[in-house]
Structures are given as structure tokens and as C-alpha cells.
């Protein structure tokens, strides 16, 4: 098999392995903080019994994204060296501000939100549970700092060294909010938020339909319902400004991500649909007149580029970029329906009775984290052909000193180590949540009470 694509198919396991465990840990850092500051506030044992018992899932989670996201980053010297030469100044730089401003903070005060219950004070624990929180929240912001820039370069130059080229930062302030990072964080937040969010509605929704610990899962369950609407209707807002970013500065990938062919036309938005690239339409869908231009420039009669407007090299795989962006978008809207009809029914006063929607929270857990994996997939897939946006191609960035034979071992390596991971993973996170929130959590010390 072609060594280029085993390389890009090892690494979008490793990815998206790993991205199953950051979102939750960020969503949860941040329930953590809301809950423990409840408790502060009222006093009342429920809350920290609540915190002590979603602090058990935190951990978990953040140990499996630790421990997977050592193997992704090996992979830039092994499988693409020449792509870690080109962005080593570019990468050096940010992912020395994620260790020194996110990591050692997160990790720093772990210890203390995970243990220092009776050691320290309630303060104390309060301001390591928002330090571990912060600290997620920042790790989040250097990543993808660094991925940004690969989609809109800025605050560079290229230089040469011993006959290769690289890119050598001039601007590091540039760097940091290139065109594309501030709009790309923000998407990146709501959807770990809507993560951790939904996590604790699912789990919430699963006690109270087994009618065990009630209290527990309904102030909880009012918690994250609070984050998970806003969060998802934040997501709407910001996935709105970052197609406006990438109309600017990726037609080419906002073309495939709607299958727009004609070379200079308004766009239609489809709602969904199957591409036909042969005969360059989409099949099987629905589409609202011009709405795309409407959407990005205010004008339903702005023409847009569309793929014919590129060199065929030049064009991003269509049909797997649109529905990864469709099914995304979807997503996003059953989830602000659902988190809607659960403020509704809360009004209401009929929240804890509606079974059938306390069914849907049970499984809705499911659907950030698709969504999350979709929407990186739209970005990644639709950047294509190139690693860094018009300057480095895919194929350019490859280590062809590690053969193809060697690449497809290690991904059927990676496949079973993570097939086991995911197993005990999901193995320990059912026993805690089987097991619930126990009498330990519940003892409140002498000098917290």
C-alpha cells in the first residue's frame, strides 16, 4: 500500500483515539469547578459528595488521554520527519507554552483535587480543582494554536539549513492568533464542554431511570443541563464564525465541505445528501437556495469559489468532507434540541417524569464525541493536499525512510494496544458508574463542614 496514506491512516487512529479522552477531561473540569462552588456557596453535603464522585471519572479520563497522547507526538519524528523539520521552530514554540502554562499546571494540582480532600482546606481544594481546569482549558488552546496555524500560516518565514526548508517564527504573537485560531479555539471549547456535559446528563438520566441515587442525579442532571445548553448553542455561534474564517482563507476546503463546483456561483447549504463527483452534484439531498452565501458574506447573490475554481491537485477529497461536515452539523442541532426540550420540561416541572427523554440523555453521551470526531475530520481531511495550508503538501511531509510494511504493522499494533485500552476504559468508567456515588463520598470531614 502507498506509503502517504498508511502514514495518514496511523495517524488519524492515534488522533482520534486519543481525542475520546481531552473533551471529557476539559467538559468535566469544568462541571467540577461549577459543582464544587455550589457546594461552597450552600454547604449543602449533596454537592460534594457530587464532586467527589465525578472527580473519580475525571481522573480516569484524564489518565487515558495522558497516556494515549504520548504515542501521537512520537509519530512527528518517526512517520513525518520531514513535516517535523518544516514546523519544528513553529511547533517548538507553542508546545513549549502548552507544557510550561498547561501541563505543569493541570498535573501540579492533580495530586491535590484527587487526594487533598481532608489534607488541605476547602479553598485551598476549590482553587486546585479551577487550576486543573484552567490547565485542561490551556492545554486545548496551545494545541490548537498549533494545528491553526497548519490551516492559515501567519507570523513566519521560510528559511533554509543545510539545503532544507523550513518555516522560522517572526511574529509569535502572530502565531498565536493566526487567522484562523481564535474562531477554531472556540469551536474546540464548546465542543468539550458538550462533552463532559452530556456525560453527566447521560449518567444523571441512567440513575434516575433505575431509580437509584435520586437526589444525586437530579442536582447533578440540573448542572450539566445548564452547561449543555449553553454549550451547544455557543457551538452554533462559533461554528458560524469559523466557516466565515475558512470561506476566507480555505475556499478550497469550504467548497468540498458543500460540494460547490461551479467555479464562481452563489452557494446553496445542504442539509444532506451524496456527492457524485463524476458528474459534480449531490444526490439524494435537500438544499436551500444561496443560503451558503447568505451565511458567510450577508448576500444570497455572493458568488462563491467553487471546486473548479482549483487545479485538481489542489482539491480536497469531496464527498468524505461533506458528510464529515453534515454529519457534524446535525449532530450539533439534535443536541441543542434536546438540551432544549430538557429546559423546557424543567420549567415545566416535568423533567424527572418525561422517560422517554431521560432515555434519549442516556444515550446522547454519544453524540459530542462523534460530532467532535467529525468535526476534526472536516477540518483535517478538507485541508488536503496540503499539511501546511499552501506551503507544505501531504506527501512532502512523509518520513520515507520507514517503509509501508513497517507503517501497517504498527497500525495493526495500535489497533489491538487501543482496542484494549478502549475496553478497559470503558470496563472501569461502567464499574463507577455501577457502583455510584458511595458513603465515602458522602462523609463530610470536620473542618469542611
Not at 420 to 428: D, M
Amino acid at each position: 500500500m502507498d506509503l502517504v496514506l498508511l502514514s495518514r491512516i496511523q495517524f488519524a487512529l492515534t488522533i482520534s483515539f486519543h481525542y475520546i479522552f481531552p473533551p471529557l477531561s476539559i467538559g468535566l473540569g469544568l462541571l467540577l469547578v461549577l459543582m464544587e462552588a455550589t457546594y461552597l456557596r450552600t454547604r449543602q453535603p449533596l454537592y460534594e459528595q457530587m464532586t467527589k464522585f465525578w472527580v473519580k471519572i475525571f481522573g480516569l479520563t484524564f489518565s487515558m488521554g495522558v497516556a494515549s497522547g504520548i504515542v501521537m507526538e512520537f509519530q512527528f519524528g518517526t512517520n513525518w520527519s520531514y513535516y517535523s523539520r518544516y514546523v519544528g521552530d513553529v511547533f517548538g514554540s507553542a508546545l513549549a507554552a502548552e507544557g510550561i502554562f498547561a501541563f505543569f499546571l493541570e498535573s501540579g494540582f492533580l495530586a491535590l483535587l484527587l487526594f487533598g480532600w481532608n489534607r488541605v482546606g476547602p479553598r485551598m481544594h476549590f482553587f486546585s480543582t479551577c487550576m486543573v481546569s484552567l490547565g485542561s482549558m490551556f492545554s486545548a488552546i496551545w494545541i490548537v494554536v498549533a494545528n491553526s496555524w497548519m490551516q492559515t500560516p501567519a507570523g513566519y518565514h521560510l528559511v533554509k539549513t543545510n539545503g532544507f526548508e523550513r518555516a522560522e517564527v517572526t511574529d509569535f504573537w502572530q502565531l498565536v492568533f493566526n487567522p484562523s485560531s481564535m474562531d477554531r479555539l472556540s469551536h474546540v471549547i464548546m465542543g468539550c464542554w458538550q462533552a463532559g456535559a452530556w456525560l453527566v446528563l447521560s449518567v444523571s438520566a441512567y440513575y434516575l431511570l433505575k431509580q437509584r441515587h435520586q437526589d444525586f442525579a437530579k442536582a447533578s442532571l440540573k448542572i450539566a443541563l445548564i452547561l449543555a445548553t449553553m454549550a451547544s448553542l455557543l457551538q452554533l455561534v462559533s461554528g458560524h464564525a469559523s466557516a466565515v474564517t475558512v470561506s476566507r482563507y480555505q475556499p478550497a476546503k469550504l467548497a468540498a465541505m458543500e460540494a460547490h463546483f461551479p467555479e464562481s456561483a452563489p452557494a446553496d447549504m445542504n442539509l444532506f445528501g451524496w456527492v457524485d463527483e463524476k458528474n459534480r452534484a449531490v444526490k439524494y439531498g435537500i438544499a436551500i437556495p444561496n443560503f451558503l452565501s447568505l451565511l458567510i458574506s450577508g448576500n444570497p447573490k455572493q458568488p462563491v469559489a467553487g471546486l473548479l475554481a482549483f487545479k485538481p491537485e489542489d482539491r480536497p477529497p469531496v464527498n468524505i468532507t461533506f458528510q464529515a461536515f453534515h454529519g457534524m452539523i446535525l449532530i450539533g442541532l439534535a443536541l441543542i434540541v434536546l438540551s432544549l426540550l430538557g429546559c423546557f420540561f424543567w420549567w415545566r416541572g416535568t423533567l424527572f417524569q418525561k422517560k422517554w427523554l431521560l432515555r434519549l440523555f442516556v444515550i446522547s453521551v454519544l453524540g459530542p464525541q462523534i460530532a467532535n470526531q467529525l468535526g476534526w475530520a472536516t477540518a483535517e481531511i478538507g485541508r488536503q493536499p496540503w499539511i501546511v495550508y499552501g506551503l507544505l503538501r501531504t506527501e512532502q511531509g512523509v518520513s520515507r525512510v520507514v517503509s509501508s510494511g513497517q507503517v501497517l504493522a504498527s497500525i495493526l499494533m495500535f489497533s489491538v494496544v487501543y482496542l484494549l485500552l478502549f475496553i478497559l476504559f470503558v470496563y472501569l468508567l461502567d464499574q463507577k458508574i455501577k457502583k455510584g456515588p458511595g458513603a465515602e463520598e458522602s462523609q463530610i470531614s470536620g473542618h469542611r463542614a
